[in-house]
């Protein structure tokens, strides 16, 4: 029986309520007029339900769809200006006991090279993000009771906000590990990190225990009620995510959206993020063998009407995707993208050799972070390095109410010129800083408040003075 407020998966995640919704949708695919009434609600910026959000995907009237990704790039345009953060992942060890087959690190790959990072090690990687210019990191490691304990983890990001080199500090981090107990969600909020990430993968629970056969993991109650109990361990920014390419995209984004209302109606906030990974080639994994791999254009509309039915999330687009999947999807709702990525353990430092190769993905856009800042800026996006939210404690509900006031926006504009500005001070090719230095000039008139500018310029000249870390 379909229950938002429930805590039991298989009623917040209700089989029944999603076919009923797919068939709901189906039947609505061309019913202009309540197309019309959604995109009207749409409007209004509160967001949408799971089952109106499934009728605008399903839309098939071609000047309805036109204004599905208008008004996503609208909503995105009010809530998130023209600023996209900017994080790197960091793989700590690629040991795992699951049997994910979509994943090459499953136990049974005999053949990947298996490799964890020592604490010595992780300082140079993270040494090395930070050389790029990396304040903000994504840390990722497979499930591994005795290899990737709680305890290694913990130590890792204690390691990782402890250094200091050059001008460089990680500021956040952000954890994308296994399901566990609300004891350990309760020590990772007690090391300091930003986000808690995990991926449902599918929320078809059939589909679900078949790509699941062995390992933890393969439990599909205890993975898909991991946010609850995170929530409940302390952390209050949790992010979602499926892998497109397992189920049918409209029966993921049916569930994802029923996953952010849950949060919602339980704990008053909904997901902090939501990523949008897609299927994408691996050491021996080929994304043939899945049959619901989804195109381009279906992923553009996914990502849209995501923006439309959830304004407040931030959405996150890694390097899986092309560039030019990328630019596409930035326009409709992304706001957070990784640059210069390495999805292998370690690699930071010295790349790995092909043959070598611990990788969990194949990269598509193997550009420098240098070079995706600077594309960024050519599209007249602003980098930002911004981590002021979670160091200020703007987390959970109070980040969320600042957000539904709009009030967020005051503080995001400055600090993602002050850290953009730090990013060319610091790290930048010459023809990446002149083009930053032009843009940051221009967007200083977008500061609504004269006295908030003033105290930008005087903040952006002690920063070309060689001090750091302002923010509002
Ligand atoms: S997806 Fe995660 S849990 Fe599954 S095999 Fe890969 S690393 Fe392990
Ligand atoms: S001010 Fe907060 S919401 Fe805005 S970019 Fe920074 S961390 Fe994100």
């Known amino acids: 029986m379909y229950d938002p407020k429930s805590m039991k998966a298989d009623e917040f ?67 998130y200006g023209n600023r996209i953060v900017m994080f790197a992942p960091l793989y700590l060890s690629n040991y795992c006991v699951n049997g994910c087959t979509y994943c090459p690190y499953h136990a049974k790959n005999k053949h990947i090279p298996r490799k964890k990072l020592t604490q010595d090690e992780i300082r140079a990687e993270v040494i090395a993000l930070q050389d790029m210019g990396h304040k903000r990191l994504a840390l990722e490691a497979g499930e591994h009771p005795t290899m990737n304990p709680i305890e290694y983890i913990l130590e890792s990001i204690e390691t990782i906000y402890s250094i200091k080199h050059k001008n460089g500090a990680i500021r956040r981090v952000n954890v994308n590990i296994a399901a566990t107990t ?37 439990d599909y109650a205890y993975h898909t009620e991991a ?10 920014d949790v992010g979602l995510g499926v892998l497109f390419g397992l189920e049918l995209y409209r029966y993921e984004f049916a569930g ?26 691996a050491d021996d994994i080929d994304p043939g063998e899945f049959d619901n791999g989804i ?5 553009a509309k996914i990502v849209a009407c995501i923006r439309v039915s959830v304004p ?21 709702g992304v706001s957070q993208i990784s640059g210069g990525s390495r999805t292998s353990v370690g690699g930071y430092v010295e790349p790995e050799k092909e043959e070598e190769s611990s990788a969990q993905f194949d990269v598509s856009d193997r550009r420098t972070l240098d070079e995706v800042v600077r594309w960024l800026m050519e599209m007249d996006y602003i980098p930002s390095f ?40 610091d790290y930048a090719a010459p023809e990446t800083r002149r083009i930053g230095e032009e843009l940051i000039a221009k967007n200083m008139n977008d500061i609504p408040k004269e006295k908030v500018r003033k105290i930008v310029e005087e903040r952006l000249d002690k920063i070309a003075y060689g001090e750091r870390d302002f923010r509002f």
Do not use: W
Not at 32 to 51: F, P, V, Y
Not at 265 to 277: E, K, L
Not at 312 to 332: A, C, F, Q, W
């Open 386 to 425: 911004c981590t002021a939210c979670y160091r200020e404690g703007r987390t959970g509900d109070r980040f969320m109410s600042l957000c539904k006031s709009g009030q967020i926006s005051n503080c995001c504009l400055p600090n993602a010129l002050m850290t953009l500005k730090e990013y060319l001070m």
């Open 13 to 79: 995640i209700d089989h029944g309520e999603i076919m009923e919704t797919l068939a709901y949708a189906d039947q609505h695919k061309k019913d202009a007029a309540l197309i019309d009434s959604i995109l009207e609600k749409a409007k209004l910026r509160k967001g949408l339900t799971h089952r109106e959000a499934s009728v605008l995907l399903a839309c098939e009237l071609e000047d309805k769809n036109q204004e599905i990704f208008k008004l996503a790039e609208q909503i995105k345009k009010d809530f």
């Open 256 to 281: 994802l959206l029923m996953h952010a209302e849950h949060l919602e109606a339980v704990f008053g906030v909904g997901p902090h993020t939501i990523s949008v990974p897609r299927l994408c080639p």
């Open 312 to 332: 407040y999330t931030g959405m996150i687009i890694s390097t899986r995707e092309s560039p030019k999947v990328r630019e596409r999807v930035l326009h409709l």
């Open 182 to 218: 609300v004891e350990n969600y309760r020590k990772l909020k007690e090391a300091g990190i930003g986000t808690y990430i995990l991926f449902q993968e599918t929320y078809h629970r059939a589909t679900y225990e078949q790509l699941h056969p062995t390992g933890p993991k393969s």
């Open 295 to 299: 195109s381009d254009d279906i992923f």
């Open 227 to 236: 946010h609850d109990r995170a929530m409940q361990g302390g952390i209050d």
